[in-house]
């Protein structure tokens, strides 16, 4: 059984910063792209950032760009966001997601909170 698992989020200053992770198991991690959402009250999900396989390429959102980053470990089978010069309009529930064509997981999010 697949289950990917995040940890990192919580209550940041606006400013700060936080690393997110994504624990992956029951699949074959390096076979799957990698991709972070994030969703608001009230508004839809959307693609953050999202990584290659094998971690050679990556693609952001433009409201993120050079504020994020993503990055992963296939040794350790986890995908990393770290988060920086956060904003309140940040604010959100992060979900990791592994993508290997028709195949799909996602993982139960965490919170992200920026306020003062």
């Known amino acids: 059984q697949v289950h990917l698992v995040e940890s990192g989020g919580g209550l940041v200053q606006p400013g700060g910063s936080l690393r997110l992770s994504c624990a992956a198991s029951?699949?074959?991690?390096?076979?799957?792209?990698m991709n972070w959402h994030r969703q608001a009250p009230g508004k839809k999900r959307e693609l953050v950032a999202a990584?290659?396989?094998?971690?050679?390429?990556?693609i952001y959102a433009d409201s993120v760009k050079g504020r994020f980053t993503i990055s992963r470990d296939n040794t350790e089978n986890t995908v990393f966001l770290q988060m920086s010069s956060l904003k309140p309009e940040d604010t959100a529930v992060y979900f990791c997601?592994?993508?290997?064509?028709?195949?799909?997981?996602w993982g139960q999010g965490t919170q992200v909170t920026v306020s003062s």
């Open positions: 990584i290659t396989r094998v971690g050679d390429s990556s």
């Open positions: 029951g699949l074959a991690f390096s076979n799957y792209a």
């Open positions: 997601q592994a993508v290997n064509g028709q195949d799909s997981f």
